[in-house]
């Protein structure tokens, strides 16, 4: 499955159906009157998180969402159907920007969370609504109203607890593999992983967090260079970060080197983020180099008041102390996200409960464009 983590997409909502201009026309009724009904009103284009999806690769082939619109109104009083909402699930830790002017519309980092994106438009009203004593006869009635046609930006922020952070080839894959079950691409040359990967590290019952690789960072990832600035962005959901480093017999590789330059990314992109919980991971114990080297980092970081762990994910050795640690950071900093802090663009961009309309299968996407 390709990884994917912006698009952008144009939602357009139901439009109104037309008020009807009718009459009331029965046997010994002479004077009916109007019966128009109103149009119905057109359907909503709703976005609800659900955590069993991890990429927006979906819309990525369906950039036009549409809903269905609202049915004319008829005689007899008949009033037309509201067209149906069109519910679109994305991944948890979606960001929705309008497109247009980069204004946050939603950030759904809760499962279940739903907001009505694009709002359909209100059915017109028959002639019935435009009769009164000078005018019994009205014909008069009104077109529906046009749906909202939003441009829209969507970019996924994967929700992870643990960010592991590293330049390539420091094990990063490996440590996740082995903590977890997820089955991350690993080889012996850098830039072996392209995506994101996540995994859930368990350490006894109710005692679960997720841990996240986020690849491509080097330096000058945050001003553009290679893969960095791509997925830095999934760093600002993580709680806790793991900077793992290693000696690496490349004379232009310098474990500190690495750290400093890494750090000073982190602060470039979002001084917030250099001042996340970090501690710091010597890996790759087990080869005699690292062992070796390993003293004089470890003596080094702490000297700057850094905790540090030298483990090796192959035999596990120095792993338990790591995730421990992980674990009571994370205790310490539980997620500070308030409810009443969330950001939508207006008050129409407000979310619904469940239930609210009739969600449309995930699979009738417009595909046009």
Request: include cysteine; charge should be negative.
């Amino acid at each position: 499955m390709h990884f994917v983590d912006e698009v952008r997409v144009t939602a357009i909502a139901g439009n109104g159906g037309n008020g009807c201009t009718a009459w009331r026309r029965e046997k010994f009724v002479p004077l009916g009157g109007p019966a128009g009904g109103d149009g119905g009103k057109g359907g909503d284009i709703v976005f609800e998180a659900h955590d069993r999806y991890t990429t927006l690769l979906d819309l990525q082939y369906r950039r036009i969402l549409r809903a269905e619109g609202g049915e004319k109104g008829r005689g007899k009083d008949q009033y037309g159907k509201g067209g149906e909402d069109l519910v679109i699930q994305i991944p948890l830790g979606t960001q929705v920007y309008d497109d247009e002017t980069s204004e946050l519309i939603a950030d759904f980092d809760e499962h279940g969370m739903r907001v009505v994106i694009s709002r359909g438009g209100r059915g017109g009203r028959g002639n019935i609504h435009f009769a009164n004593s000078v005018n019994q006869s009205p014909t008069k009635s009104e077109m529906g109203e046009a749906g909202q046609n939003r441009q829209l930006r969507l970019e996924l922020k994967l929700m992870a607890d643990v960010g592991l952070l590293g330049f390539p080839n420091v094990g990063k894959s490996t440590l996740i593999s082995v903590v977890s079950r997820a089955q991350p691409k690993i080889a012996d040359y850098p830039f072996t992983t392209l995506v994101p990967n996540l995994g859930v590290v368990s350490l006894g019952i109710d005692r679960n967090f997720v841990i996240a690789d986020i690849p491509g960072i080097i330096e000058g990832a945050a001003s553009g260079l290679g893969l960095g600035l791509q997925f830095l962005r999934h760093v600002e959901r993580t709680r806790v970060l793991l900077h793992m480093l290693t000696f690496d017999p490349d004379p232009e590789r310098e474990p500190l080197k690495d750290f400093d330059v890494l750090m000073k990314e982190l602060e470039t992109f979002d001084p917030q983020l250099a001042k996340r919980p970090l501690i710091v991971g010597i890996s790759k114990m087990d080869l005699p180099e690292v062992r070796e080297a390993a003293p004089e980092i470890q003596a080094a970081l702490e000297a700057r008041g850094l905790e540090v762990f030298p483990f090796c994910a192959a035999t596990r050795e120095g792993l338990d102390p790591l995730l421990l640690r992980l674990e009571q950071l994370l205790l310490e900093h539980p997620p500070s996200v308030r409810r009443e802090e969330k950001k939508f663009a207006s008050a129409e961009d407000r979310p619904v409960a469940h239930g609210e309309g009739t969600p449309a299968p995930h699979s009738e996407l417009d595909t046009e464009g």
